[in-house]
């Protein structure tokens, strides 16, 4: 196999970076739910990067973030994947 095919064969890469404070903005929430999404299909190689107090967004408290359903639902999924956060 080339060197052009094989990496034509491999999936594309996506980062998602989150900055937003999950406390005060519904953006992380979205920005989660989204890359769960995505990386569900298994046709990108997802990575979720969180920056700043977006890091607020692991807390086990997500009663105190806003959209905390997106939280409790997706976050587990990003785990799945076996790779950091």
């Known amino acids: ?35 769960a999404g995505v990386g569900a299909w298994r046709r990108a190689e997802m990575n979720l990067y969180l920056r700043g107090p977006a890091v607020h967004s692991l807390t086990e408290f997500a009663d105190e973030l806003v959209d905390e359903d997106n939280f ?12 950091p956060v």
């Open 72 to 83: 409790t639902r997706y976050l587990p999924m990003l785990a799945e994947w076996e790779r």
């Open 1 to 35: 196999m080339s060197a052009n095919a094989a990496a034509t064969s491999r999936h594309p890469r996506v980062l998602v970076i989150v900055a937003s404070d999950p406390r005060e903005s519904a953006r992380p929430a979205e920005a989660i739910r989204i890359a």
